[in-house]
């Protein structure tokens, strides 16, 4: 991709899982560190509306057309609300990565999933799906499923959207400006 594209990060809000809603904010940045705008969205914790919300959400943004990518801060939103990456990809029309500080313990994950939920399988099937690959950064690596992008274009663009530490910076952005919409401040490492 070129330089100065437009990046969509998305990231929930701080929330509890005794809350029904959690705010879902798309911070669209101009690479590698201009914000250009912002949306927003709730989703249930816990739920499965996650990929239509976020369909949603871009689809009546005036923003639509400049989305050339998607980053989100894991694979799912508010708990085990999982995000559909290849059909977000596939109706949005652009890329998605997901990016995650942390290598994910996918037996904790399917552990916590059959306890929790009666359509594990489904929700765990869209985890695993696709590949996890780790991506180094200057500081830590970061781990990175990809839909719409060949493997060597998603690394370029999460390390030409990276301005300092290891998360991309459309994805800080938007947890910043999420969890500050939530508590009054942005908390939290982003």
Request: proline share 4%; glycine share 6%.
């Given at each position: 991709?070129?330089?100065?594209?437009?990046?969509?990060g998305?990231d929930?809000?701080p929330?509890?899982?005794?809350d029904?809603?959690a705010?879902?904010v798309?911070?669209?940045i101009r690479?590698?560190?201009?914000?250009?705008?912002?949306?927003?969205?709730?989703?249930t914790?816990?739920?499965?509306?996650s990929?239509?919300k976020l369909?949603?959400?871009?689809s009546?943004?005036?923003?639509?057309?400049q989305?050339?990518?998607?980053?989100?801060?894991?694979?799912a939103?508010?708990?085990?609300?999982?995000v559909?990456?290849?059909?977000?990809?596939?109706?949005?029309?652009v890329p998605?990565?997901?990016?995650t500080?942390?290598?994910?313990d996918?037996?904790?994950?399917?552990?916590?999933?059959?306890?929790?939920?009666?359509?594990?399988e489904?929700?765990y099937s869209?985890?695993?799906?696709?590949?996890l690959?780790?991506?180094e950064t200057?500081?830590?690596?970061v781990y990175a499923?990809?839909?719409?992008?060949d493997?060597?274009?998603?690394?370029?663009?999460?390390?030409?959207?990276?301005v300092r530490?290891?998360?991309?910076?459309p994805?800080?952005?938007?947890h910043?400006?999420?969890?500050?919409?939530?508590?009054?401040e942005s908390y939290?490492?982003?």
């Amino acid at each position: 991709m070129k330089t100065q594209v437009r990046i969509l990060g998305i990231d929930d809000s701080p929330f509890r899982f005794k809350d029904e809603k959690a705010l879902v904010v798309g911070a669209l940045i101009r690479l590698p560190n201009y914000l250009e705008g912002v949306m927003r969205t709730e989703v249930t914790v816990d739920g499965t509306d996650s990929t239509d919300k976020l369909l949603e959400m871009v689809s009546r943004s005036r923003y639509k057309e400049q989305v050339k990518a998607a980053m989100i801060d894991g694979i799912a939103l508010a708990g085990f609300n999982i995000v559909d990456v290849e059909r977000l990809h596939s109706e949005l029309g652009v890329p998605v990565i997901t990016i995650t500080r942390d290598r994910p313990d996918f037996g904790k994950m399917r552990s916590a999933l059959m306890k929790h939920f009666q359509d594990w399988e489904a929700r765990y099937s869209m985890v695993t799906r696709l590949e996890l690959r780790e991506i180094e950064t200057q500081q830590k690596p970061v781990y990175a499923c990809v839909a719409g992008l060949d493997w060597e274009e998603a690394v370029r663009l999460v390390a030409q959207s990276t301005v300092r530490g290891v998360v991309p910076e459309p994805i800080r952005v938007a947890h910043l400006i999420s969890s500050a919409m939530v508590r009054g401040e942005s908390y939290g490492r982003s």
